[in-house]
């Protein structure tokens, strides 16, 4: 199957600081890619839908001042926690299909966020 | 939206049993599919079942999409078996339920 790659698998950082998550698709191209994030116990909830060469969308209550997503070419999408603080605190996954709309989802390794 | 719901939210078993996990969904989807999330939070793709029968190994899903409801099947249970279990449903973007966590002991 297609293969997506998250980029760091952890990081822990001080409160205030810029955090930038990396989520790449390996062996496909990829216009749209999905951001979730996951809190412990409870499922993964959609945060944004990322599109390349356009801007993202966002969920109800995410702020997209705070998380920023940049979708710069086919393979590779950003999210940037800016300011980050404790609460900010989450298990992040990414994810992306070959195809859009419709077809099997393919995730990433997930990145775990700490803000002291 | 579309809502997800997963049944039962908890499920312990004794190692050798079998087991049916239940995913309904409240709208037409383009596809549906089974994770199992392992205890580093990666998500292990078990199906990409949007309709019919799948089988592989130990486990096997059916989804009837005119019913709006899928199942996964875990036979002969394992202590690995052990974790969260999501489905999840895609329309556009993709929406999960609220997961089954499989205790499965020795």
């Known amino acids: 199957g297609a293969v997506v790659s998250q980029h760091p698998s952890w990081v822990i950082c001080k409160s205030g600081t810029s955090v930038k998550i990396e989520c790449r698709s390996l062996d496909f191209q990829a216009t749209t890619m999905f951001w979730y994030r996951q809190f412990p116990k409870q499922s993964l909830m959609l945060m944004a839908t990322s599109n390349e060469g356009s801007k993202a969308t966002y969920e109800q209550g995410v702020e997209k001042d705070k998380f920023l997503i940049n979708h710069a070419s086919l393979t590779l999408s950003t999210l940037t926690v800016t300011s980050a603080h404790p609460e900010d605190s989450s298990f992040y996954i990414c994810s992306a299909s070959p195809r859009t709309n419709t077809g099997e989802l393919f995730f990433g390794e997930g990145s775990r966020l700490t803000v002291l | 939206g579309i809502q997800v719901e997963q049944s039962p939210p908890d499920l312990i078993l004794q190692e050798g049993a079998n087991s049916t996990l239940r995913c309904n969904f409240s709208?037409?989807?383009?596809?549906l599919q089974w994770f199992h999330q392992n205890p580093w939070g990666q998500l292990i793709n078990l199906f990409y079942i949007p309709s019919g029968t799948k089988q592989n190994g130990r486990l096997s899903a059916t989804t009837v999409a005119t019913e709006r409801y899928s199942l996964l099947y875990i036979s002969s249970s394992q202590t690995t078996d052990s974790g969260v279990y999501f489905c999840a449903v895609r329309l556009g973007d993709m929406r999960f339920g609220a997961g089954t966590r499989l205790t499965v002991k020795p």
């Open positions: 709208d037409s989807v383009n596809n």
